[in-house]
């Protein structure tokens, strides 16, 4: 090596300041209005920072009309606002054209969008739909409904006795019949990520096209559509620190090309007469009426959001403080863990002997620790696992060591209270 390679001073690799949540936690302006607030309720939905609640009003201060129809000025760059929202998803999951992404109410419309348009053009009687025991009820139900309606089959795929998809079960299940899976990117009963990598792989050897819905995933792991290969791929914009009412459908651009439209209604048509309408292309003919314009550009800020924060950050510190949640939990006397599989993310579903977990949850909020107790919408899953409910806590950037410890205290407190352990 010549001496001025040795001495040339090693390059530091780039370094991104460390993860803080407490600073992160400043931006979202609940936490000041609700001080002592304890929230682990992201996973239903997640609190809102400044950057999206000021830019949505600012929006509608300065940039609000209707997209698409006007000729004036206002109109032109409220359309550039909701357009750039829609090139700014494209972006956020690395799809290859902007026109692949189809604005939603939300995950669950997405979802319905693609089994009521695509399934009827493209299933058969005898046709099988696979769906896996991870499933929340919005990746059921539609495709439930569809199966009545077409005389095609639901196909489970099981998870194991540790909280994973049984990968060779569920290669075991694919044949020339299945034309579809449907499964989630991250569980949201027990936060465990699906290989759906190898899920994609799967299903498109055996010909079959793949929904992946990413409501819990888009808002705590980086998501690269091309990547991963799938057809379709859904989540809410709520969930990750966006407005409600906005979501987006994701489906590779001859995918969409092939699929009759949904909704019929104004914006989706490029000729009506009374003998006949013609359409326009995609996505445009997914969206009939009046879009969610400022969902669109609020979800956009989101977006932004949290690529300001780096979504490879944003995985590590949630992958952390739910390994952290589990490890406090489990050391818990008469507390059991959901199983979530090798890998979890952001969730952790609990039981704790001797209470209900809707008690547990109304005790802790006596404690101002929010949490979620139910079936979380997922009832086949509680069934799989022996249960009527379980508690769910479930984190966002703005979560940390903290709150677990506040929920670790709840729960030692309402032990105390019901007398399951010492009052020490
Ligand atoms: N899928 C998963 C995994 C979810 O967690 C949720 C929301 N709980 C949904 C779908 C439905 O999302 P939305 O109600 O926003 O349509």
Redesign the pocket.
Known sequence: MSALLQERPAVAPPTRAAFDPKAVRRQFPVFARNPGLVFLDT??SAQKPDCVIDGLAEYYRADYANVHRGVYGLSARSTARFEAARDRVAQFLNAADASEIVFV?????GINLVAQAWGPAFLKPGDQIVVSELE?H??IVPWQMLCHRLGTELVVAPIDDGGALDLAAFAGLLTSRTRLVAM?H???VTGGVVPVERVVQLAHAAGAKVLL?G??AVPRLPVDVQALGCDFYVF?G??CYGPTGI?VLYARRAVLDAMPPWQGGGDMIRTVTFAETTYQDAPQRFEAGTPDIAGAVGLALALDFMDGLGMDAIREHEAALTRHARSALSGLPGVTIVGAGAESVGVVSFEVDGLHPHDLATIFDQHDVAIRAGH??AQPLMDRLGLVATARASFGVYSDEDDVAALVAAVRAAQRLFGLVSAR
């Open positions: 996973a239903a109410r939300g995950a669950t419309e929340h919005s990746n989630t991250v569980a949201n819905d409501c819990q809410s709520h969930k979501g979380h919408c």
